[in-house]
């Protein structure tokens, strides 16, 4: 088992995962995808008609939640999984060979102490970074002393057995240790993020829902429905843009009230998990009435009412509406979208038994109008007398209900991933190991290696510093030597 | 009068960036502390001129106390003077003055492009906020990615002078350049430094634009091209680090996995806009 | 009026530049005391020994000359020269920026020049014109330095070599030295290296008890002739220096070893004679080679630099000799200018005698 998973777990593997991975993801932002969009998708396969059929075969115009994406993301939390989370956390980067995170307690007896020695010794010999120096005095003596200053230093000690010869002893402290937890914690994080991800996508669901302001409409993914008493928008002054849009929402479960709330964007309705958010408005075309200015007289026409302009014969029908007017490629009238861009209004003029061609006027331009003919095409028609002054449209709220059981989950892997960054990437995790033993001519022979994980470079000058200070508070006589290799 | 200072803090940049390349052929102190001088006084203008915008821009009750970035002008503003403020930080401790001329031009030039957009595109207007950013995140989660990319933005620099000092070297004539570059491993690592600073700032403005978007819209990932792109992004700078920490693998191959991933941070500010309906600021949607 | 009497390499030949410099400088400056000079002097190093000197007396110069002669045991002639007023003035800040020097540009005349004002300062032989004479000068030297290239580029083999070292590696500090064989260019530069304060020196010769001698000597390590191959998965710097008509390193060998190196740079340094390092491997990727010849070219080109630095050096040193005539002249007439405050464009005429 161990032999086929060693695959998964070289760099060179994890590497070109990454890297696959990123192109899938390239391809599909360059090709329109069914989710956000499946009127680009029909228009591609129209315009490609050669290449559609393959391509939508390898699901690329889903492509985020075609199978073998999906595989790709598993593969990629398969891969953590193995090569980190699997067999005991350790840490092969530290000097002496690879090191479990969390210290064990040592085992008693001198042959394991003597083992520790020898770790100790080996580790010391493997890192450039090592300086000796020859103490007064005999280990016994030196020993707790030098404990003491490894501790006033910041380090951390870490349980090493005394050597049970008395004469040799060993020493090992850390500094901001933690920083090894860093990876480990990143990469769970991960998983947690890619499990959220599943649970979403197996449990949760995406429904946008338009209602009509002040109708209701149900929804599909739950027995609810959703009603909208009052829809309201808020443009900036003199403008198009809107800067507020909510909706009096009520969700019902037959006739139990399940949940009220004004939602407005950034600020949805929760019930029980399921969400209701402010995504979108628009006009459908619909409109409850038009006001006509006539000189200083304004008449308000409703929808499909045959009105009397007073003073004057003219009866005047509004009909239809279209929020964004343009004229479309064959000349008729059609609307460039939902949002109230350019609202017009079609009206049509009896005078006794005679009809007119009806006119569409706009209520931004008041200078324009356009005539349409029986079979609907447009032409310039000079401005009648009176003008729009208002359109009141019937306005629908789009609600997006959505329901995410992964999010706490990839929440939570969130402020893990943070919390592993820190710990990686911006703590500083040092490691001291000494060596004790009688020195030829009396006195303690210190040796002494250091390890930093950002490389000996980051490390040098606080490492002679230290050694500095011990080798004279321990009474050292001579120079402090870069340690030469580890005698017995 | 905003675009007018903003327009001298560009200059600056620019001139800034020339005495990088003139301080990089002619050995004078006095160059590189001119280039810094002129650095700082740009930076200080551009603040200047950032403060009259968001005067202008808190104008409007509905913008209150959120920062201007919406639009790819103020977006590109704050991006090129997070650049020049990366590298006074960065270089200006290490002393590598000298980087100026790989990592300068990235300021000059942002500083440079939105003026020209704002002058010909009209993209000073202030408008107000659309109700989907009228949200604390705005003040957060945009800040917090251009910071990313004016690392990343400084790590190729680096890495741009990290080849040009190799060629160096490897030519085995090497010009009075090489003795004034720092030294190829040198680079390799200060470019490793830079982008360990940036993969984690990056990944967590990713985490919050979802969390935002959680907010916002119902769902914490839904694969818009910004989004994906900025996923790609990191996908590269995790395949860079892969290979450098884990793998051991430093020198040439890995300074073009960065490249790569800067390539992809260029991408995700300006090439997403033109396909994202949601991010983009350039398309017609946007 | 300050006046210059003094030799140099270029004028004078060595067994007399040895007798004059074989004087202390203390002595020398009490003879000159008594001479009855106010104040004096002496600039000696192994190329030049000169004394810069002013006093109230007829011809301050008249007195040096003397002095300098009796120190030499004879006459000058025209091994020395004389200087006086603006020229001597120019003369100092040329020689305190290495203009004079044998090798142009070097750095230690700068200090040698400080050394010898400190002297006479410490002996009260330096009052009013020679205090802000050499502090100008000191200043100066370090422009010249700052502000041309003179003084850019090793021009000796090995520091050149310790130099890309540098350029590849950042600090020499933790790295490994591979030397194959230990002959005295070996020697030479381990003595440079080490001095930098490497790593590691491994010495790996064909016959195992020299490379042993030679490792010792700077504590180092030595390795068996067959064992270097794989040393060179952990060496960064590579030194070829053994007396093989062909070439003992192959692209093969390298190639062998890049694997496990993972895009660590690797400096093969070439210095036998046949080349011990095949050409080809060269063309690998993060392997730098620089073969004897190729670092006898860059010093050409280091020594070419410096010189062609040495017009723009000149014109330098130029002006601020005129800037201080032009301030010597207004303490003479009491209406004293600083010397920051002095135009730049040079009124009068070098050499001239006041």
Redesign the interface.
Known sequence: MKRSLRLFRS??F??LL??V??AA??V???LP?A???PEKVQAWLQAHAAWGRPLQGLGLFHL?DSWWYLALLGLMAFDIVVCKLWSAPSDASLGGGPTPLASLPPEPGPEAAGRELERARAAIAAT??RKEFTAAGTTQEVAPRLRELVRACGYRLLPCGEAGAGERACLVATRQDLQRWGSYLAHVALVMILL??LL?QLFGF?EMVPVISGGSRAMEHRDWELKVDDFTVKY?DG?R?????SSDLKVYRGDKLLGAKVI???D?LDIGGV?F???SWGAVGMFHSVTLKLGNQAVRVPMSTPTRIPGTDIRVTADMMLPSFVIGPDGRADSAGLDLENPAVRLSFRVGKKAARPLWLLESLPDVAFEEDEDGTLGQAPPPPFQVAEIDPVLFSGI???C?P??KV??AG?IL??AG??LL??LHCRRLWVVLSPAGAGGVRVLVGGWSSRG??DF?VEFEELTRRWSSELGAQGHIEDG?EARA | MELILFACAAALYVAATLAALVYLYLKNERVSILMYHLLVAGVVVHLASFGLRLELFWKIPENRYFAPISSFYGALSFLSLAVAVVFAVVEGRHRLGILGAFVLPWAAAGAVGAWWRALYMGGTEIHGLAPALQSYWMNIHPMVLMAAYAIFANAFGVGLALLVQEAQVKSRKPTELCYRLPAIEDLDDLNYRCIVTGFPVLTVGILMGGIWAYGAWGRFWGWDPKETWSLITALVYAAYLHMRSIGGWRGRKSVYMSMVGFACVLFTFIGVNFLSGLHGYLSSNG | MIVLRGVSHKTCPVELRERLAARPAAEALSALREQGLAEAVVLSTCNRFEVYAAGDGDDPGEAVGRALEAWAGRPMGDAAYAKSGAAVVEHLFRVAGGLESLVVGEGEILGQVKTAYEAARQAQMTGKLTNVLFQRAAYVGKLVRSETAVAVGHTSVASVAVDLAERIFGSLHEKEVLILGAGEMAELTSRHLSSCKIGRLVVANRTYERGVELAARFHGEAVRWEEFPARLRTADIVIGSTGSDRPVVTRRTVEEALPSRMGRSLFFIDIAMPRDIEEAVNDLDHVYLYSLADLEGVVKDNVARRRGELEKAARLVETKAAEFAAWERTVGTGAEASLGHVRKTPRGGQGEKS
């Open positions: 760099v060179r994890n590497i990454f890297l991975l990123a993801s390239a599909g932002t360059l995808q989710g956000e969009s985020y450039p970074l959220g991800g979403k995406v900036y403008t843009q809107p800067k507020l849009f407005k964007v950034n949805p969400r958010y402010q995504a997006q209900v959505a995410d992964g999010f990839v929440l969130g991933w943070l960054m820190i990437f911006y000996p470079r040098e030469a």
